[in-house]
C-alpha cells in the first residue's frame, strides 16, 4: 500500500468515517507494512489531526503492539502513554481481534472447517437486555418496551431513553410514596440505568440491582448482585450505600465497580475515582478490595482497571485467565452451558476480544491456545 493510500486512510479512521471496505484495506496494510518507523509516522500524524475521544485500555495497546511491532525479547518494551492509546485505538480495525491479524486466510479456513464439523450453529452475542420490577408486582420488559413514558410511581416518572437507557425524572406534583424497584438482566444482556438522584449505573449480564424510586432520609441505598459500574452523583449530605453480598460499600461520589456473582469466590469493588469506604478502609483509586466467603478482607494496589471495566467498555479482557474464568464469562453474556470432556484443560488466556463476536468468532480465537470446542444449540462442549 503507498504511503499516501495508508495515511488517507488513518485520517478516516481516526475520523470515524472510515467504511468497512476501507478498514479492511487498512488492516491489511498495517499487516504488510514491514516499516515500523513509518507506520509510527503515519498513525502519530492522523493522531495530532484527530484525535479518538474513546480509547481501548492499555493492555489491549500492548496485544496490537506485539502484532504490528514484533520483537525477539520476552521482556515487554516500553511505549509512551500516547503511542500505547494509539495502537489501542487501532484494535477497532480489525473487529475479529488481533489473533486474525497475522495469517488471516489460514485462521479463516481453519474457522469455515470448525463451522461445517464441530460448531453446528450460530451464537449471538449478547444486548440491551433487562426486567424492570416495580414496587407493585407488575413487570416491564425493558428490551422491547417502546421509548418514552413507561410509567408514573409516586414522584418519579420513569422513562426509557432512545439510547436503551432508563432514566427517573422527578415530578414535585405527585405522591412522595417511597416503592422499591429491581432491575434484573437476564444471562446474555445488560442494561443502563440513571438513578433517581442523577447516579448513573451499568449493569452487567446476569445481574441485578433494588432501588427505591425517591431517595429519601439522610442515605441512598441501594443492593445488587451480579456486576455493576457506578458513577455516583455528589451529595455529601446523603452518602450513597451499596450492599453487594456480605460487602457494603459507602462512597459520597466516585466512580466504582462492583464484582459480586454467585459463582466468583470472592466479592470485589475496585475503585476508579474519588474514594470509598469498606469495612472501614478508606479506599483509593487504582485500589480493589476483595471479601472471601470465608470473612477474609483484604485491598490490593494498582489493580489493572483496564481488566475490571473491559466489559463496560465493550470487551473480554484476559490477563492470565485460567480456562473456568474465561468460560464463565462467555456463559454469562452468551447465555450458554459449559461442560468439559474429562478434566479441565490447564491453559493460560491473555488478550482482549470484543463482545459484539458471536460466539464462534470467540470461540476461533480461543482455539488458538490449544484447546477445542464443540457448539450445539446452547451447549457448548470444552473438547480434549
Not at 509510527?40 to 502484532?67: C, D, Y
Not at 465497580?257 to 478508606?282: C, H, M, S
Request: one cysteine or more.
Amino acid at each position: 500500500m503507498l504511503r499516501e493510500r495508508m495515511q488517507y486512510l488513518l485520517d478516516r479512521y481516526f475520523q470515524g468515517i472510515c467504511t468497512e471496505e476501507e478498514k479492511q484495506e487498512l488492516a491489511r496494510g498495517i499487516n504488510d507494512l514491514k516499516d515500523d518507523e513509518l507506520l509510527k509516522q503515519l498513525v502519530g500524524n492522523s493522531w495530532e489531526r484527530f484525535q479518538p475521544t474513546e480509547l481501548m485500555p492499555v493492555a489491549v495497546s500492548e496485544r496490537i503492539q506485539a502484532a504490528v511491532f514484533p520483537v525477539e525479547e520476552k521482556v515487554r518494551p516500553v511505549w509512551s502513554r500516547k503511542w500505547m492509546a494509539v495502537a489501542a485505538s487501532l484494535l477497532l480495525i480489525v473487529s475479529a481481534g488481533l489473533f486474525f491479524i497475522k495469517k488471516p486466510g489460514q485462521l479463516q479456513q481453519k474457522a469455515r472447517m470448525a463451522e461445517h464439523t464441530r460448531y453446528k450453529n450460530e451464537v449471538p452475542a449478547g444486548g440491551n437486555k433487562a426486567l424492570l420490577t416495580l414496587g407493585d408486582g407488575t413487570v416491564i420488559e425493558l428490551d422491547s418496551a417502546a421509548n418514552g413514558l413507561l410509567t408514573q410511581q409516586g414522584n418519579a416518572r420513569i422513562i426509557k431513553l432512545p439510547n436503551g437507557q432508563l432514566a427517573y425524572e422527578m415530578n414535585d406534583a405527585g405522591s412522595g410514596e417511597v416503592m422499591f424497584n429491581t432491575m434484573r438482566t437476564p444471562r446474555g444482556g445488560e442494561y443502563r440505568l440513571q438513578l433517581p438522584d442523577g447516579s448513573k449505573v451499568w449493569l452487567n449480564a446476569a445481574s441485578s440491582i433494588t432501588y427505591p424510586n425517591v431517595f429519601t432520609g439522610d442515605t441512598r441505598s441501594v443492593e445488587i448482585t451480579g456486576e455493576a459500574y457506578f458513577e455516583v452523583a455528589k451529595d455529601a449530605a446523603r452518602p450513597f450505600k451499596v450492599q453487594a453480598g456480605n460487602m457494603k460499600v459507602e462512597v459520597l461520589g466516585t466512580h466504582f465497580n462492583i464484582n459480586a456473582y454467585p459463582g466468583e469466590p470472592v466479592i470485589r469493588t475496585t475503585l476508579l475515582e474519588g474514594a470509598v469506604r469498606i469495612q472501614d478502609a478508606i479506599m483509593k483509586p487504582g485500589q480493589q478490595a476483595s471479601l472471601a466467603a470465608t470473612g477474609q478482607f483484604r485491598v490490593e494496589d494498582d489493580v489493572e482497571t483496564d481488566e475490571v471495566m473491559a466489559w463496560k467498555n465493550g470487551f473480554f479482557q484476559f490477563n492470565d485467565a485460567d480456562m473456568p474464568t474465561v468460560m464463565r464469562q462467555l456463559e454469562n453474556w452468551y447465555d450458554i452451558t459449559v461442560t468439559y470432556e474429562g478434566r479441565v484443560p490447564q491453559r493460560s488466556f491473555g488478550g482482549a476480544i470484543q463482545r459484539s463476536l458471536p460466539l464462534s468468532k470467540v470461540l476461533d480465537i480461543l482455539e488458538e491456545n490449544n484447546v477445542r470446542f464443540k457448539i450445539e444449540g446452547r451447549n457448548i462442549t470444552v473438547m480434549k
